[in-house]
């Protein structure tokens, strides 16, 4: 099995150490890099604005190229993070070698690596989003002995000229095919690229949205990732955002991940799907149903979720998707494959069926049963996410709900099995929490919660601090009012943070 799986690997290295990434040392990178004529090496890490940094080395001798994978290298911290002051500033980025990956973009054969920051002291960097991420993990881990796994659904828009050929229907592009999907080759060339770079894709597809103005054409995608552990599950996001907006420029279109690309249409979110593990097998399921485990865990997500949108809603846009009688959530309950709710427990093949034998009546062997499918999916969050933060604080509510003496008591209150925006059924919306409707309500939120998330310093103070700074900078407790109706406006804001994160 275990070489099966380093056959299949579409990373280059992979395939030629014979070994998992997660196997990989410094000998083993240098050894690749000889031998594969590689050139330079890139060293990236994310910033405060949650896009990929790089620093380019050249590589001119096998001790600078040992130094640079012993030691790391020397990084202004102050123009990456805004809470750190210039004049204590110098950061380490040292590289995680189960990171590396061959740069599918560079003119010259190049190496890439993920970086962590560490102070001065050779300590991690306590306020780094990764590091608080680590922290979030290593503490789940120790109190309930579970592994917790994470993937999320990446939707983005592309923004082309118009093209009179196979004119698009109106919010009518879910899984369209060519030639009515007209941009698929460049999902699909993206997929290849991030699956190499050491991302596990699930699937792409095209989605809803889809639209013709009298000047450009858009089509929405989506491309859904498999659930792995915590820091991977970003760093697959964040590569793939990367990606993306490379293929984007070679292409001359535009991708967004923006949470409403404009007025009446549908807008991208990044739902977060979880779930968790013992000993290699999945806990959400019980007797061929969902299980008290992942029952509790929905019960601490939907006891933290208002102030979650702090790390996963961190514009203003956020708020104008997060509308009623639009599939994104506004109210904290959670429901069987219902899209109106804020936590879905997806379709999981937890029913033992014989459905590939029903369609394949010639099929002669015995259909194995798979299990380890089913999670549950926080559907709030959008393109805009802090993603370290963001899972970190996922993961802080789920240990929240298995320790809560009352969360299968609150997973049962809060559960939904309609759709609440129907007139019929108005009464049970109405008895529900609502999620914050503004950066500035969000914030508030967070400051409430703030005790919760600075518990063992996982969340420093100064990391809550600048999140409720940031929010309430925008100064938009009334913004959907304010917009109703006046289109231009919105086309402003649209603009504004049509590339964030």
């Not at 405060?48 to 202004?76: C, H, M, P, Q, W």
């Not at 990732?225 to 292409?251: D, N």
């Not at 370290?388 to 299968?408: C, F, K, N, V």
Request: charged letters at 25%; hydrophobic letters at 40%.
């Amino acid at each position: 099995m275990r070489e099966l799986e380093i056959v299949l690997n579409p990373n280059k290295l992979v395939k030629y150490l014979r070994k998992p990434a997660s196997e990989f040392n410094r000998h083993d990178i240098i050894r690749y890099i000889e031998e594969n004529n590689i050139e330079m090496v890139n060293f990236r890490y994310a910033g405060e604005d949650g896009k990929l940094k790089t620093l380019n080395f050249v590589i001119t001798s096998k001790d600078y190229l040992e130094s640079i994978l012993a030691t790391g290298e020397r990084v202004d911290g102050s123009s990456l993070f805004s809470y750190i002051e210039a004049d204590s500033s110098d950061l380490y980025v040292i590289p995680k070698f189960r990171t590396a990956y061959v740069n599918p973009f560079a003119e010259v054969p190049t190496l890439d690596l993920l970086c962590s920051f560490y102070t001065k002291e050779g300590k991690p960097l306590e306020s780094a989003p990764e590091y608080i991420l680590r922290k979030a993990y290593n503490e789940f881990k120790m109190a309930t002995g579970l592994t917790f796994k994470a993937m999320g659904e990446l939707e983005f828009y592309i923004v082309s000229e118009v093209d009179s050929h196979y004119p698009a229907i109106d919010q009518k592009g879910y899984h369209n095919s060519p030639p009515f999907s007209k941009w698929e080759h460049l999902r699909t060339e993206a997929m290849n690229l991030i699956a190499h770079a050491g991302g596990k894709i699930k699937y792409g597809h095209s989605e809803v949205g889809n639209f013709t103005t009298e000047t450009h054409y858009y089509e929405q995608h989506e491309i859904e990732f498999q659930p792995v552990e915590p820091e991977e599950a970003v760093e697959q996001l964040l590569i793939a955002k990367w990606i993306l907006r490379m293929l984007g420029q070679q292409y001359g279109v535009n991708v967004s991940f923006t949470p409403k690309i404009t007025v009446g249409k549908a807008g991208s979110g990044l739902h977060i799907h979880m779930m968790v593990e013992k000993d290699g097998v999945n806990c959400m399921v019980a007797d061929d149903a969902i299980s008290d485990t992942a029952r509790k865990i929905m019960a601490g997500l939907l006891e933290r979720a208002a102030s979650l949108t702090a790390f996963g809603n961190t514009i203003p846009l956020s708020y104008l998707r997060l509308v009623p009688h639009q599939e994104a959530p506004t109210n904290i309950c959670w429901g069987d494959t219902n899209r109106s709710a804020l936590v879905r427990v997806p379709l999981g093949w937890i029913a033992k069926t014989h459905m590939i034998k029903d369609a394949n009546p010639h099929e002669r062997y015995d259909v194995p049963y798979i299990p380890g499918k089913q999670t549950v999916e926080f559907r709030a969050p959008d393109g805009s996410a802090d993603l370290y933060l963001l899972i970190a604080g996922l993961i802080m509510a789920a240990q929240l709900g298995l320790e809560m003496p009352d969360a299968l008591k609150k997973a049962k209150q809060l559960y939904v099995g309609v759709n609440i925006f129907k007139e019929e059924n108005k009464g049970t919306m109405e008895k529900l929490r609502h999620l914050p409707d503004s950066c500035w309500s969000s914030a508030e939120c967070l400051e409430a919660d703030r005790s919760f998330y600075e518990q063992k310093n996982i969340f420093p103070k100064g990391a809550i601090d600048r999140m409720i700074r940031l929010l309430k900078s925008y100064d938009d407790q009334h913004l959907s009012e304010q917009l109703y109706g006046k289109n231009e406006e919105i086309g402003k804001l649209v603009d504004a943070y049509f590339h964030c994160m």
